[in-house]
């Protein structure tokens, strides 16, 4: 039977308050709190956290992240807790975002009282994406099903994230009048080429496997044997002296033992080819209005790919849709967030939140996306790219001397590019290019071999390594390849 996630001994509440550093010192249960919407259970090493609102897609809340900081602050400091796993219950999402309809409604009713909470709201959510980011053992995320804003943020700062023929991950802020947050500055822009600033200003969705070839995820299996591999990482024991990266490398290699094969369908990456090639041309600029205006040269060109032609027409579409607001000031995070290490990060974002909780956008397309049945077309304020001016874009980034800003923990050890990124999920593209640079006596199929191996087989990599060759190397006269620069 799963522990309930209230915890009923009033000494042990006090104990563990008094335990926290400053920083998690608001992070205790309310009394108003749902005791169920976080169950916890142990199973030997592994302790496992299930968020459990399945009618509510598992929308992460404040009496959520109150339960779950506390625990994850207990599981640092046991000896007997070795890793961390986290999903979600029912069979359709993970969690499908930060539960923003209650705080759009709340704003709507309270007007400042109800910015007030939802400013607390996002404070409580940084805070646990950024223990997340830091945190010292190894931590495990099931990405099994929909996986979008807030569940992005429970996940994608995890060393290890598993996603499944279940997963649709996106980014859908923009078309909310918010911008990409949870982390989202700091993992966007260091996808490979201009794939983040892509997903975040268009919120397009990326299925199962895609999440891996993009990075999002590390690993991919079949979600019918979550289960066992749950145990199995159960049985794991690690020497008191090996440190949080080899542990991670002996998990990866259990990992690898549930290894069901890549999906019959879509298989191979997506975002690849001339299409990839098309999304590192078309959102390689710094405004929206130059985006929108390759865009568009793509979809009437003479010469485009027939595929292409149609990416960009529907690119346009989904652009169009999108508060203006939202998308210049997301377009700017993308460009400066690649700078910023992992507390700058949250303290920056929870400013933004602020600004987004000022502006009339927020309700507008939160009450026009999900409050409205059915949904209707937001009313932006103001209503066109043109309208929204670059004093607009900096007072969302502009912050006060004296202005009170996201305290956040310590403890943990802050970073600027995630730590164990070449050790786990699939190789990226510069990985592929060190490789042909520094093997120039190879072959196509002996390059992608020689990759393959030194993953040890992962599943992905032959697919991942194969299409960055395709894109990005030439071959000689002797049928050696060279990288093209």
Known sequence: MPLRAKITNPAYRAQSASMMPDAYAECKELLGDDPDDVLFNTLYGVRTIQLNRPKKYNALNSSMIRKIIPRLKEYQKSALASIIIIGGAGPKAFCAGGDVSHLANDIATNGDTGRSASKTYFGLEYKLDHLIATYPKPYIAYLDGITMGGGVGLSVHAPIRIATENTVFAMPETGIG????????FFLPRLEGQIGTYLALTSSTLRGVQALYAGIATHYIDSSVLSNLTARLSELVFKDYSDLRSRLLIIDRTIEEFNTGLPSNDYKPQLAGNLRIAIDHCFQYDTVEAIISTLEKERDGAATPVQVKEWAGQTLKQLAEKSPTSLKVTLRQMRVGGTWNTSETFRREYHIAAQFMQHPDFVTGVS????????????WQPPDLKSVTNEDVESFFKIEEGEEGLRLSSEGQDYERYPFLSDLGLPREEHVEEMVKSRREL???????AMVEAKDGKIGVREKVEEVVGRRCGEDGEGKIFWRG
Do not use: I
């Not at 918010?178 to 500055?185: A, E, K, L, R, Y």
């Open 443 to 449: 072959e196509r199929k002996g390059l992608v071999d």
């Open 368 to 379: 026009a996306r999900l409050l409205h049945k059915p949904p209707t077309k937001p009313q």
């Open 178 to 185: 918010f911008f990409p947050d949870v982390g989202g500055s």
